[in-house]
């Protein structure tokens, strides 16, 4: 079922059109993704479904609230941690739990939320002088103190090392698991892989294609490339040997490395045949696709941070 519905929204700044007739519907309980560069209009487009932005035209709907008519029984069902939050640096972190769960009716205990999300021995550390990753489980259980049904995400990592970075990771699943339908707004294409079960690739204000990451990425019409080392003392010859197989574009030798091209399933290919000549190889490797090759594929250009 569809809790958020987004028909042809459009905003412009100046001349400019920052979202030019986007449309996209979220379903409940899955993390959907809003992918693109810096200034693709990413931030725009969620603050106008939650409400904190006026779009010149389309039609938002947030289960079932018109953000800008209803914008204040929308916001007791939502949570939002917003691309430049920031707090007072001298605020404790239960003080600001305690402040976030006072804007709601139903608040959830901001107690629990101190334990669940590891910070209960920061209790009365001061927002300065927590690190980066403590931060932004502040910032989740600030957004999530209102227990609400829907939590939007934007630029949840952007600043933070490879392991906080994947430490938050973890957050949003639990968040999700929880219950919680999950909006990330990224442009990480790592992030949007790993986390969301479909994304909306947003470029020049529309976008370009909505799928699952898994399927943007078997879409890209590219070749495969494998790799493997012969072992010593092999006499087959592998360019002779794969150079026909279904799939299969090119076999190159540098000595013991073997580099195959292809697309398709030629890797299946690849070693059933060298299974059957009792070739034996070590080092295999088969680089795959990624969401950024289909963002290349889809925009003619890489996606620059």
């Not at 076999?251 to 195959?260: A, D, N, P, W, Y």
Request: hydrophobic share 40%; glycine share 8%.
């Amino acid at each position: 079922m569809a809790i958020i519905e987004v028909e042809e929204l459009s905003k412009r700044y100046d001349d400019q059109a920052v979202l030019d007739r986007v449309s996209f519907s979220v379903e409940e309980g899955e993390v959907f993704g809003i992918l693109g560069p810096n200034g693709a209009g990413k931030t725009t487009a969620v603050e106008c479904v939650e409400g904190l932005r006026r779009p010149d035209s389309g039609t938002v709907r947030v289960l079932g609230f018109d953000p800008l008519r209803q914008g204040a029984r929308l916001r007791e069902h939502i949570g939002v941690q917003l691309q430049h939050t920031q707090l007072p640096e001298n605020i404790k972190v239960w003080e600001a739990l305690d402040l976030y769960a006072s804007f709601y009716d139903r608040p959830r205990d901001w107690r629990e939320l101190l334990e669940q999300w590891g910070l209960a021995d920061k209790r009365n550390a001061r927002f300065s002088k927590l690190s980066g990753g403590q931060k932004q489980r502040l910032f989740i259980a600030l957004a999530l103190v209102g227990d609400p049904k829907v939590a939007f995400l934007d630029e949840l990592t952007t600043g933070l090392d490879p392991q906080a970075r994947r430490a938050t990771w973890e957050l949003v699943r639990r968040v999700r698991a929880e219950g919680v339908t999950v909006v990330l707004v990224s442009h990480f294409m790592d992030e949007v892989e790993e986390l969301c079960d479909r994304v909306a690739i947003l470029d020049r204000g529309g976008i370009v294609a909505l799928d699952s990451p898994e399927s943007l990425i078997d879409g890209v019409d590219a070749e495969y490339r494998m790799s493997f080392r012969l072992m010593e003392g092999t006499a087959a010859e592998p360019v002779r040997l794969l150079g026909n197989l279904d799939g299969v574009a090119s076999v190159s030798r540098t000595g013991e490395l073997v580099v195959v091209a292809g697309r398709g399933d030629f890797a299946t290919a690849v070693t059933a045949s060298l299974a059957r000549e009792y070739v034996t190889v070590r080092d295999l490797r088969i680089d795959k696709h990624t969401l950024d090759d289909a963002f290349i594929a889809l925009t003619g250009r890489s996606l620059q941070v």
